[in-house]
């Protein structure tokens, strides 16, 4: 929570600076502005980066048991919307989705888990996946090995080059703001 206020705090004052109509010194205090923004966006990024790496250091701990799964029942569902064509004119669209509801057995005890991952088609009935579970609490399954954040924090980084980039040049005085 006290990260938030620092968050919130921050970008208004860094809002204020570059909105700020401080005469001569409009480019520095403008500039100021973008760099504050950058840092703490940095800050973000760096912060999600971290939860992320320990939400799967989390998972990759947790979901250590390996069994097999089997598709035994399919929902089958349809999702109706409109879409734009470019001629102008609006189709209705049909999407179905199957979601399976997949049984395994952990130590002789056999369990049910409902999936949201779509499947091909009703054909797959019968159908075994690979599971991965939790040992202590084998009823929190997943059908996805846990995968490393490759991009975990990205688009802060991206929104910290952005303002950077604003700030050099505010700072020069290439882009003024009035």
Known sequence: MKSIKVIVIGFIFAVALVAWPAGY?????????????????????VRRRKSAQKEYEDDVRRYTGTTMMKVVWIEESADERWAHQKDGSDRLR???????????????TTYRYSSRQSLSGKRDLGRQVMGYYDPAKPERITENRPRKPVFGGAYC??????????????????????
């Open 94 to 108: 049909r999407e179905t989705y199957y979601l399976p509801t997949y049984e395994y057995t952990v130590n002789g």
């Open 25 to 45: 010194m409009q480019y520095i205090t403008a500039g100021i502005g973008f760099l504050l923004a950058a840092v703490l966006m940095a800050w973000l990024g």
């Open 157 to 178: 980084f991206l929104w910290t080059a952005f303002l950077l980039f604003f700030g050099i040049m505010t700072f020069t005085g290439q882009v003024a703001f009035s």
